[in-house]
């Protein structure tokens, strides 16, 4: 009961937090994992310097953002991998709500102003996105390792056998109640990348192996020489 308490507590304290137009903008420019000063992000919301000052500090007390010195000023950037997938996510919903007609939701403007790195692979939350991401699930429908089912995806006997022969556990059916295959409609190249428990599975396989090296202090990652070699392998075999 305190559990439930305490959540229905915190979800309305983040939503006030993004609701703010000014906050929001100041979140969405921050998205991309760099680190910005204070001035950068009051021009990028149009607001004067004192108010995107009380903005910052009322987003670092609340968990949203970090900040810390440097010399006379001060730089922010996104809290966490969740902070970060949480306004990815609202992102998402929010593109999608306003395009019924269209299967995937279209690319929000700041999308093209992002570095190239950040586009084609990055975090989300705990498993890959970017355009490696989805070329990555793409790869894993081609072979037959996953089938479409309803919303998401299912794993097929030849994926659980492929799977488990580069080192991805079996799935405990049942001991988790997060959906194993999910699709997650990738924020930046409009098509789905995969989540759940396998899309997490493959991004500690991918770090283990050193397939893909992580970048200090973004959610950007980059595919290593051997990460090509062994994905060449595995899907071209």
Not at 38 to 51: I, K, P, R, T, Y
Not at 177 to 206: K, M, S, W
Request: proline share 5%; with cysteine; aromatic share 6%.
């Amino acid at each position: 009961m305190d559990d439930a308490h305490n959540i229905s507590g915190i979800i309305p304290r983040i939503a006030a937090l993004m609701a703010d137009p000014v906050r929001a903008a100041i979140l969405w420019t921050l998205i991309d994992g760099t680190t910005r000063p204070a001035g950068e992000l009051a021009f990028a919301a149009n607001v004067s310097a004192q108010s995107a000052s009380a903005h910052l500090a009322r987003l670092v007390e609340g968990g949203l953002l970090l900040s810390q010195a440097h010399g006379r000023h001060r730089y922010f950037r996104i809290a966490s991998a969740e902070a970060a997938s949480l306004i990815e996510s609202m992102a998402v919903l929010g593109a999608a709500m306003h395009t019924k007609a269209s299967r995937y939701p279209p690319q929000p403007a700041l999308v093209r102003t992002m570095p190239p790195q950040f586009l084609h692979a990055r975090t989300c939350y705990d498993h890959l996105a970017g355009e490696l991401a989805v070329q990555l699930l793409d790869a894993m429908l081609k072979a037959k390792w996953l089938e479409p089912e309803a919303k998401d995806f299912k794993l097929t006997s030849l994926g659980h056998e492929k799977l488990v022969a580069i080192g991805v556990a079996s799935p405990e059916h049942g001991k988790s109640r997060r959906v194993y295959a999910r699709c997650c409609i990738d924020l930046t190249q409009r098509r789905p990348h995969l989540a759940g428990v396998l899309g997490a599975e493959l991004l500690n396989l991918f770090v283990r192996e050193a397939w893909i090296m992580r970048t200090s202090r973004t959610r950007v990652v980059s595919l290593t020489p051997k990460g090509q070699q062994a994905l060449r392998q595995i899907f071209e075999a």
